[in-house]
């Protein structure tokens, strides 16, 4: 059930922005996404196995399909998938709403991905911190 649920949510969600919301920029997403999935695949490998042989994670091979990147399922990449989309959809609808708030600023950082190049990774991460203090100031 949990890559009926992992598989459908995902393509639902897919739909959903490119019918009737188009807010994601998939060229620029499948950029931040890869970005992503270096500490995906170190944080999730440590959880199911890749670097110790006891797991914290264990999935019952019934209830997956069984293909997995090193230790980690592929229903949890398309679930990741899902989650950075969702949240980006929602950021992106949030930011038209309110332009010049706290989430204009930590939306920046995508926008910042999305119009440069991913060489200036230092850069995003220092505006991810000056952010942060801002908002918190």
């Known amino acids: 059930t949990y890559t009926f649920y992992c598989f459908i949510l995902c393509a639902v969600v897919i739909l959903i922005d490119n019918i009737y919301l188009n807010r994601i920029?998939?060229?620029?997403?499948?950029?931040?996404?890869?970005?992503?999935?270096?500490?995906?695949?170190?944080?999730?490998?440590?959880?199911?196995g890749m670097f110790f042989e006891q797991t914290v994670v264990w999935y019952n091979n019934s209830e997956i399909l069984g293909i997995r990147l090193f230790t980690i399922p592929i229903e949890d990449i398309i679930y990741s998938y899902q989650l950075l989309l969702v949240n980006l959809i929602?950021?992106?609808?949030?930011?038209?709403?309110?332009?010049?708030?706290?989430?204009?600023?930590?939306?920046?950082?995508?926008?910042?991905?999305?119009?440069?190049?991913?060489?200036?990774?230092?850069?995003?991460?220092?505006?991810?911190?000056?952010?942060?203090?801002?908002?918190?100031t």
């Not at 920029?25 to 970005?35: A, C, G």
């Not at 999935?37 to 490998?45: C, E, S």
């Open 90 to 136: 929602v950021l992106k609808i949030l930011d038209d709403r309110f332009k010049h708030s706290s989430i204009s600023k930590i939306w920046s950082v995508y926008l910042l991905i999305e119009k440069t190049k991913p060489h200036i990774l230092n850069e995003a991460l220092f505006i991810i911190r000056i952010g942060i203090i801002k908002i918190k």
């Open 25 to 48: 920029n998939y060229d620029y997403f499948y950029t931040f996404f890869f970005l992503i999935m270096f500490p995906f695949i170190f944080v999730n490998g440590a959880l199911t």
